[in-house]
């Protein structure tokens, strides 16, 4: 699949925002040309002529048209690094300034509803409350652009705490509560809390608190999203060589088994996901899995198409 995906021109063309010659597969395939040329005409030269010199000439000119070529295929990696900072670093401005006048809406919206409901009639909620939907959106929006960014700049600060995870996940179960309502699901998850048993003491983790119930609520979000109503959702906690994993099972529409591979990819959403859910921008999981990697820990999955996944992270037990 690696080698199928590498040897894809068109794709990584697209994908890069350039034409095909241009493509670091590409470049690295006229390498080898190169190369494999070069060595034979070099043998051709050594067994038609005896006097060095001729062989001497022949190498010379092969290393120089080899640097020329290097040189040209590492301006054209330049060139695309130099875009890819431009790209990002235009991201992380726009994602600030639209921060301000996004959170002035909510504030706004949120008085209206709070301050002057009395005053208003139901129309006038409904639309209120729809905008302060929309810029609750946004703002998540911007939030999740400004992670990869600092992603992407290796500018993603964490702060390194003894966080409880069960408590996370206890919180989070709450705030969905009407969703899963809603849906006529049914949440296993058992409280760390009431366990006499060594196995069931409070899951502390070492973690950024607010990052992690990013993770957390980002998972649980999907799981929700992509199962069916009366669907089943399972959260399991457990204690592995110093880490606390966590696990959480859904028997949603799972991922096709040749997506997968991308699944971590930055705007990602596999094709059966956009049939259900036309929300989602697709930077969930790689901004979860990044988190979970710079706190020391890890992230994986298990997926089959219309039987349902299980995401996993594990991270280092305080």
């Known amino acids: 699949m690696h080698i199928e995906n590498d040897l894809n021109l068109k794709r990584q063309a697209d994908k890069l925002g350039v034409s095909i010659w241009r493509t670091p597969s590409f470049l690295f395939i006229i390498i080898g040309i190169v190369n494999a040329v070069a060595m034979a005409v070099t043998y051709y030269i050594s067994k038609q002529y005896d006097r060095p010199e001729f062989l001497v000439v022949a190498e010379s000119v092969v290393v120089a048209c080899i640097f020329s070529i290097g040189k040209y295929i590492i301006g054209q990696f330049e060139e695309i690094d130099a875009l890819s900072k431009m790209k990002t670093e235009f991201v992380s401005v726009a994602s600030h300034q639209l921060r301000t006048p996004l959170s002035a809406i909510r504030w ?129 906690l457990s204690k592995k060589r110093g880490f606390v994993v966590f696990s959480i099972r859904d028997n949603g529409v799972g991922i096709p088994k040749e997506q997968q591979v991308q699944v971590f990819s930055k705007f990602f959403r596999s094709d059966n996901i956009v049939k259900y859910q036309t929300e989602g921008t697709g930077l969930g999981l790689y901004i979860a899995k990044n988190i979970i990697e710079q706190s020391g820990g890890r992230m994986w999955f298990h997926s089959r198409e219309h039987t349902g996944s299980i995401f996993s992270f594990s991270l280092p037990a305080a």
């Open 108 to 236: 706004e919206t949120e008085l209206m509803l709070s301050k002057l409901d009395r005053g208003l009639n139901k129309k006038q909620r409904k639309s209120i409350s729809t905008i302060n939907l929309l810029a609750t959106r946004m703002t998540r929006l911007v939030n999740d652009l400004l992670d990869v960014t600092r992603i992407d700049q290796g500018r993603l600060i964490l702060k390194k705490e003894k966080v409880d995870i069960a408590r996370i996940v206890t919180e989070i179960s709450g705030e969905f509560l009407p969703l899963i309502k809603e849906k006529k699901m049914k949440v296993i998850f058992q409280s760390v809390r009431k366990c006499k048993t060594d196995r069931c003491k409070p899951f502390g983790v070492l973690s950024d608190q607010e990052k992690l119930k990013l993770v957390v609520e980002n998972l649980f979000s999907n799981a929700i999203k992509y199962t069916g109503a009366y669907g089943l959702i399972e959260i399991d």
